[in-house]
């Protein structure tokens, strides 16, 4: 089954102590991403990724660091996190947008993971 | 930049309803338009998209139409069931920007039977 997982589902934790979401898609996807989902905000983009070894900053970055070694994984670390982080995360995946033309192009949907609670007290 | 602003929820419909949420963008190149809805407790699925003007996307009942001439993108369904509950969210990619996705804040949907 084609999917985005992503761990922990849920986490409590404190100021200061890092900690690392784990996100793995199967679907040999090129272009992987993380948001934050916040009330009244909707989904703000962290960090992307459109392949190996290549990251880049989304909207909204500090505080945030984000890994691409293999294909399928794409850890977002908060170093230090602060209660400001506490939200609701999601991973993201999808084929690598093409175009076609000036008039025609085929930016592919993103699929998205079940996303990850996070509460830093 | 790029910006997508969609109707403030919560909308509250009884069964059997039409639906629409209305959903207008700003962008720079040429977007792709999107629609996902998120149930209860899971994430964001795909509803349907448009990738060029005067396209019209469904799924599952629900449509929307690719309006260039006033950049907007609105969500309509015909006759909504309770299981239609969630969360809608307006979303453009723009050609410009790669595949990244730009979201509108979202608009809760409740429907009572």
């Known amino acids: 089954e084609a999917q985005v997982t992503q761990n922990p589902r849920y986490l409590i934790t404190v100021t200061g102590k890092k900690l690392t979401v784990t996100c793995s898609q199967n679907?040999?996807?090129?272009?992987m991403s993380w948001y934050r989902q916040d009330p009244g905000l909707g989904l703000r983009q962290i960090y992307y990724s459109m392949n190996v070894e290549v990251t880049d900053k989304g909207d909204v970055p500090e505080g945030y660091k984000v890994s691409r070694k293999e294909k399928r994984n794409f850890p977002l670390i908060l170093e230090s996190p602060s209660p400001n982080q506490t939200s609701l995360y999601f991973c993201?995946?999808?084929?690598?947008?093409?175009?076609?033309?000036?008039?025609?192009?085929?930016?592919?949907?993103?699929?998205f993971g079940d996303g990850t609670r996070l509460s830093i007290l | 930049g790029d910006s997508v602003t969609q109707m403030e929820g919560p909308v509250t419909l009884s069964e059997e309803a039409f639906l629409t949420i209305n959903c207008t963008y700003t962008?720079?190149?040429?977007?792709?338009l999107f629609w996902y809805v998120q149930y209860p407790g899971e994430g964001l699925q795909l509803l349907l998209k448009a990738t060029k003007a005067d396209d019209k996307g469904s799924n599952k009942g629900f449509e929307a139409t690719y309006r260039k001439e006033t950049t907007s993108f609105h969500l309509e369904k015909g006759s909504v069931q309770v299981s239609d509950s969630a969360v809608y969210f307006c979303a453009l990619s723009d050609s410009n920007a790669g595949n990244m996705l730009t979201f509108g804040g979202g608009t809760r949907l409740m429907v009572k039977p």
């Open positions: 679907m040999n996807h090129e272009y």
């Open positions: 962008a720079t190149g040429y977007p792709s």
């Open positions: 993201a995946s999808s084929l690598r947008f093409r175009i076609d033309s000036q008039q025609e192009h085929s930016n592919q949907p993103q699929h």
